[in-house]
């Protein structure tokens, strides 16, 4: 998740529609998307392929848009999730840390809503799925299993209790901080207060693991992330992460880290944001920026509450007008991701983490979930099995699914 500190002034128009999710402005229609190539329609499109991490629940919420149509912007819809073949996607239920850990819940429970009130809407479309045995059963029905995944440890106001309630509805992941350092655990985008888990924090780790939640450490801080590694009992993922070897931001995994995931057994679903994947671009971003991305996000907390929706909704629109005008890395940039993970770990612990439609840049040729095919082609050229290939486009966090929640 990207945002820009500047504001555009269209937002008055769309904080009309906050919380909307049945009754969206109509949006414009576009095209049909060029289908996949004919060589690698058969694999990819029988192969369950599940992205781990998608961001726009927070479009739902506060565009109004409705993804049950054909959007002719963003990344993600429902027809569009049917041309990309994509037949699993963890919906990120993000709380932006505006909201800080004293006013995350109610937000929290606003987008897991937004995304019932599409399954009601949508029945015959896509539903949601809780264990790997349910993915398997919604996509042999020709439907989309829909996952949810929270984005961000102070959802749980650190509250074992709203841990177990968002279990209780269906939450299947949890990243443990978002941008933002928590009260019991380190971000990589934050001042460390901590120097990793607090002991609440591993109460938290192993409460997850009781219940059958993933813990995600996609965010986290290093020292969070060996922190978790020492006293986790199950699998681990990183929701969306690439590689700090390739392009060295503090956000990615280092190669320690990479091999400690595949000791573990988890899976790294490899993000496409240009700033995590593209060293050059990282860098001309940066320059022109005057500094990371995730400075964005280091705001006091505890506003009044009053305003709290007025400014996530300002911070999520001031990323619509798009990027910094930094051409768009080649598409190979991200290919290298994958890559690199295999030539390290195996084909194992590889998988799909785009964080579509939280990001305002894409790479070259992965503009939308319509282009997901793509990756396929290019993991089949690289000369990778047909099962290694199913392998990272879904079956590897299948597995993951299946250890975690016991089915
Ligand atoms: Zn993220």
Redesign the pocket.
């Known amino acids: 998740?990207k945002f820009r500190t500047t504001f555009p002034l269209i937002l008055s128009g769309w904080l009309a529609v906050i919380g909307c999710t049945g009754e969206s402005p109509t949006p414009a229609v576009s095209p049909p998307a060029d289908t996949a190539d004919a060589g690698d329609a058969d694999l990819h499109m029988s192969s369950i392929v599940i992205d781990t991490?998608n961001d726009v629940i927070g479009r739902v919420l506060i565009e109004g848009v409705d993804l049950r149509e054909r959007l002719a912007d963003g990344h993600s819809d429902i027809p569009r999730f049917f041309d990309g073949g994509l037949d699993a996607q963890f919906f990120s239920i993000w709380p932006d840390p505006i909201y800080g850990s004293d006013h995350s819940a109610r937000r929290t429970l606003q987008e897991i809503d937004a995304l019932y009130e599409i399954l009601d809407a949508a029945p015959d479309q896509i539903e949601l799925a809780t264990t790997s045995e349910t993915v398997r059963r919604i996509v042999s029905e020709g439907k989309i299993a829909a996952l949810m995944g929270i984005?961000g440890g102070h959802a749980i106001e650190d509250d074992l209790g709203l841990l177990r309630i968002y279990h209780r509805l269906g939450v299947r992941y949890m990243?443990l901080t978002?941008f933002n350092t928590n009260n019991w655990a380190d971000s990589s985008g934050d001042e460390p207060r901590w120097g990793g888990l607090s002991p609440f924090g591993e109460e938290v780790v192993l409460e997850m693991n009781r219940l059958g939640m993933i813990v995600d450490i996609?965010?986290v801080s290093d020292e969070t992330f060996w922190d978790v590694m020492g006293i986790v009992d199950k699998l681990v993922i990183a929701s969306?992460s690439a590689c700090r070897s390739l392009c060295d931001h503090p956000r990615n995994l280092s190669d320690d880290m990479i091999r400690a995931v595949a000791e573990n057994g988890g899976v790294i679903g490899i993000n496409f944001y240009p700033e995590f994947i593209d060293q050059s671009y990282k860098d001309q971003a940066e320059a022109e920026r005057g500094g990371s991305v995730m400075e964005d996000f280091r705001v006091p907390e505890n506003r009044e509450p009053s305003t709290l929706d007025r400014l996530a909704a300002e911070r999520h629109m001031s990323f619509q007008d798009g990027g910094l005008g930094i051409p768009q890395p080649p598409f190979e940039s991200v290919m290298a991701h994958f890559h690199h993970v295999i030539e390290l770990v195996g084909a194992d612990h590889v998988g799909l983490g785009s964080?579509f439609d939280?990001i305002d840049v894409t790479p070259e040729g992965l503009e939308d979930v319509t282009d997901y095919p793509d990756i396929t082609k290019a993991l089949q050229e690289r000369g990778y099995s047909d099962e290694d290939i199913r392998k990272i486009l879904g079956e590897n966090f299948l597995r993951v699914l299946k250890e975690v929640t016991g089915e």
Do not use: F
Request: aromatic share 0%; proline share 0%.
């Open positions: 998740m991490h984005e990243t978002h996609s965010h969306h964080d939280g």
